[in-house]
């Protein structure tokens, strides 16, 4: 496997793209979803187990793609899945019935857990030793604008195509796979071991797992649900600019804020990302204005534009190389778990307290992830980071 000493070496500028076109069409279809529900008579919290059922297949599969990609051909394993997850779209074309939608959710969500530990994986891979904290931070950002310019895409394809949405989509990932067909990534043989539940899990991950966790229930709460909380506001027509926001906020948070992830200031970025996520989140109770959702949704990309990158740095800067598949797929449970617990908490609250109140409510998992940052999570990383690698 050949490497070379810049960061923006030719294979990692490949594996950046197929990341951000995969993570596009993944967040793609989590808008659309809803409507698309609503559209064939599903309703309440019925799309919300639609939307849920995604991430119960890939919490419990997570531990089976780890052991995939440190004990087989991490390139051709991840070929394969990209090929298998290409499909899931054309699916939902094709059987638009509640309970095969949720066969194919699931089905999507095991064949996803593979490929999204795998490209931060090959990307860790591709790096010289000495810019893995620094290009995987770079890295990272295609995680916060996938989930950000993925719901606009989605939203625009559902707009102008309708039915063929899933289709256009099908057409990103398609774009992906071919594009990561270009890297041509050459792994030495290794030797595999025996499958177990045991090591299937990364335990130095699993504080950044648990943290980043919390963080990412009012993601998962506000990107499945901004469509349908646009609509009872009247404000459908600024919703696409809502991500367009979005990913304005991230762009100015990488790069105002990149400085000083290198430099370590890690402590400052957390609190004051969380600071601005809290008050946004709680400005969803009297959101009622195109222009407070455009400030919303800028607000939301400048948060998590900072924590996203941040905190899968920690992960891959602390794991050595052999053990990087199970400890990106044992942290990627973070997005699966908060992103399920939050759609599915606002399909539980929807009808009983509003969209609004529901939002505002999430805020309070930032407050649980701050406390739990902040009294043990730096602590750690500090430490890993002092611990020399075995």
């Not at 990364?202 to 909380?229: D, H, K, T």
């Not at 009872?232 to 100015?252: H, N, Q, R, S, W």
């Not at 969209?355 to 043990?376: C, D, Q, S």
């Amino acid at each position: 496997m050949e490497k070379t000493e810049r960061i923006w070496n030719r294979r990692f500028i490949l594996l950046f793209i197929t990341n951000l076109l995969v993570l596009a069409a993944f967040y793609a279809s989590i808008p659309i979803i809803p409507i698309y529900c609503q559209e064939i008579g599903i309703t309440g919290a019925r799309i919300g187990i639609v939307l849920t059922a995604m991430s119960v297949a890939t919490i419990l599969f997570r531990p089976v793609a780890g052991y995939l990609l440190d004990n087989f051909n991490r390139y051709r394993v991840y070929l394969l899945f990209l090929a298998l997850f290409c499909l899931s779209f054309p699916a939902f074309i094709a059987f638009p019935v509640f309970g095969i939608l949720i066969l194919i959710r699931l089905y999507m969500g095991a064949v996803y857990s593979v490929c999204g530990s795998a490209t931060m994986t090959l990307a860790g891979d591709v790096l010289p030793v000495t810019k893995i904290t620094e290009g995987i931070s770079r890295f990272a950002f295609t995680v916060s604008i996938g989930m950000a310019v993925g719901p606009y895409v989605g939203l625009q394809v559902q707009s102008h195509l309708s039915s063929n949405a899933s289709l256009t989509i099908f057409g990103i990932t398609v774009a992906a796979l071919i594009c990561v067909s270009c890297c041509r990534i050459r792994y030495p043989k290794v030797q595999r071991k025996t499958f177990s539940i045991k090591d299937s899990i990364y335990g130095p991950a699993l504080p950044f797992m648990f943290n980043m966790m919390f963080l990412m229930i009012p993601y998962g709460a506000v990107i499945a649900y901004s469509s349908i909380f646009a609509q009872e506001k009247g404000l459908t027509a600024f919703l696409p600019y809502f991500y367009i926001c979005l990913v304005v906020g991230m762009l100015v948070s990488k790069l105002s804020t990149q400085r000083m992830i290198d430099a370590g200031n890690h402590r400052v970025l957390v609190c004051l990302s969380l600071m601005i996520l809290v008050l946004t989140m709680a400005s969803y109770l009297f959101l009622n204005t195109g222009i407070h959702l455009l400030l919303a949704g800028f607000f939301f990309g400048l948060g998590y534009g900072i924590l996203q990158p941040l905190f899968q740095s920690f992960v891959t800067s602390t794991t050595p190389a052999p053990q990087r598949g199970v400890a990106n797929a044992t942290y990627m449970l973070s997005y699966d778990v908060g992103i399920g617990i939050g759609s599915l908490l606002m399909g539980c609250l929807q009808q009983p307290i509003g969209l609004p109140r529901g939002f505002a409510l999430t805020a309070i998992a930032y407050l649980v992830g701050g406390v739990l940052y902040l009294t043990y999570v730096d602590g750690y990383y500090r430490r890993l980071r002092l611990t020399p690698e075995k």
